[in-house]
């Protein structure tokens, strides 16, 4: 039995292929830009600035970069296989 073609469509390589590129630069981008967040919550520690809240924003910005780009991983893993889901 044969899919209907809006069928086929959401399952081929090629829409996981595009959210992977899309998905894996903002991933890598969050990591480092809260990596970095991370670093300067640290610095502020050492200077017994505030940073409680700087801290906690820098954790959920590198968090949300790890499971954007572990999506895409998902994605590509998926383009790879043929579409399936």
């Not at 899919?3 to 890598?28: C, F, N």
């Not at 991983?73 to 043929?82: F, K, Q, S, T």
């Amino acid at each position: 039995m044969r899919l209907p073609t809006a069928v086929t469509s959401l399952t081929s390589p090629d829409r996981h292929v595009r959210a992977w590129a899309r998905l894996a630069p903002v991933g890598l981008i969050a990591v480092g830009f809260g990596a970095s967040l991370i670093g300067e919550a640290t610095l502020r520690k050492g200077r017994g600035e505030a940073f409680a809240l700087y801290g906690t924003a820098a954790l959920t910005v590198f968090n949300a970069g790890l499971c954007l780009f572990g999506e895409a991983i998902r994605h590509r893993v998926l383009a790879d296989l043929g579409g399936e889901t």
